[in-house]
């Protein structure tokens, strides 16, 4: 892997070899999440937009000179398999929802479309194949759900043995994915961060490979491919024509104004991040989208932290709650990422109550057929509520990433809806009824 050049410390900037350290930086512990580098002036030898304009992949694995893994590990598990069907989701123009919120350009970003129905399976196909790559028996993971599914599934498809710490409260559907996969599923009579924190202290006791969010630093990684894709996948409408509302950019790649993320731990945002900052050290893309960090107003430390200029390696842990569970967090873990990635991008975080992201789940699906589970909606609430603000300006290209299915939680579903008429098997009450 010549084109990794080393894990850089988020907090003090102290660079390691890639063979020296395997998860955080020796000096802050698990606060001392890392930052992959690379040698972009050897990737560009190796790929470019119209090497890409070409190639028949259709998945995260279309972008392997720019991921951190062993790239002939990767073709031998990917081949023929699920693992090899990760990511290239749709991105999908939604005029109906720009001209009821009165702005000229939005796009909704569908990974519930994923193998395992969330933005996650990108991250935990890097871990499936760096697990392999270092000869790991056994992965883990502490998560809310989405994150063990996409572990889970991916692990089924490639025979590896895998362990998921999971709140007990986690969403049934979420937990029934896991059992059905045949994963070793421990439920946590506890919150998330203590799941989190028995799995850190379980991955060296037993000498498991650990996936988890904002520790391993490889799973940002995975989720900076959305990026490239949404630049991609506009690049290629707009060039044919299709929904464009000003001129193109003067770059190989067109991107967004604005794009709005779902943020729990902080790795989704800190990854698109990641992805952009990549694209702009290539030459591909001409300017940097302001990223909007949506939270949950129950779970939403990160906002409080960015209202008030903290610190984010200092911020303490919060009591939690929302119906989003995807982004219930009590203490970020990719905190110092996520700051970066909003603060780097002249963007913004943004709470949304659990009402608004409620009624999100309707308006998403009915204004552009996308049914996206709470912490997905979560990110639409917060491009309405930024509009309301004055936040965006009518003219900008904007685009939202909805991170999970609605199927992961019909239960929250249900709760955003009206309950269906009962009738009787006859005609006359058919008409009764609609009039």
């Keep these: 892997m010549d084109h990794v050049l080393g894990l850089k410390c988020t907090i003090c900037g102290a660079e390691h070899g890639i063979d020296q350290v395997e998860y955080v930086c020796p000096r802050h512990g698990s606060d001392g999440t890392l930052d992959v580098l690379y040698d972009y002036p050897l990737i560009g030898r ?38 090899g069907t990760v990511g290239w989701t749709p991105l999908y123009p939604a005029p109906r929802l720009a001209g009821e919120l009165g702005i000229l350009d939005l796009w909704v970003k569908d990974d519930g479309r994923q193998p395992t129905a969330s933005f996650k399976d990108r991250a935990s196909a890097i871990a499936v194949v760096k697990a392999r790559e270092l000869g790991y028996e056994v992965i883990t993971t502490a998560s809310t759900g989405n994150a063990a599914a996409a572990l889970s599934g991916l692990c089924a498809a490639v025979a590896q043995r895998n362990v998921i710490f999971v709140p007990r409260t986690a969403p049934q559907a979420k937990i029934a994915q896991l059992l059905a996969y045949g994963s070793t599923v421990l439920l946590v009579d506890g919150t998330y961060d203590e799941a989190f924190e028995l799995c850190l202290k379980a991955a060296p006791e037993f000498g498991w490979y650990n996936r988890s969010t904002g520790y391993n630093p490889y799973m940002s990684e995975g989720k900076k491919t959305a990026a490239y894709e949404v630049c991609e996948q506009l690049t290629s409408t707009l060039a044919a024509g299709g929904h464009r509302s000003r001129p193109l950019d003067d770059a190989p790649l067109q991107a967004p104004d ?178």
């Design 46 to 83: 190796h790929i470019d937009p119209e090497r890409l304009a070409t190639d028949p992949t259709r998945s995260i694995w279309r972008y392997l000179p720019l991921l951190p893994v062993d790239a002939g590990v990767a073709n031998r598990l990917r081949a023929g398999t699920v693992l």
């Design 258 to 435: 604005r794009i709005f993320v779902p943020v729990g731990d902080g790795c989704i945002i800190g990854g698109v991040h990641k992805g952009l900052c990549d694209l702009l050290a290539l030459g591909w893309i001409d300017h940097m989208p302001r990223l909007m960090g949506i939270q949950a107003a129950g779970s939403s430390p990160l906002v409080a932290a960015w209202e008030h200029r903290l610190d984010a390696a200092q911020m303490q842990p919060v009591e939690a709650h929302t119906v989003a569970d995807s982004i219930c967090a009590a203490l970020p873990r990719d905190r110092i990422k996520a700051m970066r990635a909003v603060i780097e991008s002249q963007g913004a975080f943004i709470r949304v109550s659990d009402e608004e992201i409620i009624a999100a789940i309707p308006a998403l699906a009915r204004g552009c057929g996308v049914f996206a589970e709470p912490a997905a909606a979560a990110a639409y609430a917060g491009l309405v509520k930024a509009v309301q603000g004055g936040m965006v300006d009518p003219a900008e290209r904007v685009v939202v990433l909805s991170t999970g299915s609605g199927l992961k939680d019909v239960a929250a579903a249900v709760r955003a809806v009206a309950p269906p008429p009962v009738i009787a098997p006859d005609l006359d009450d058919v008409r009764r009824v609609l009039s």
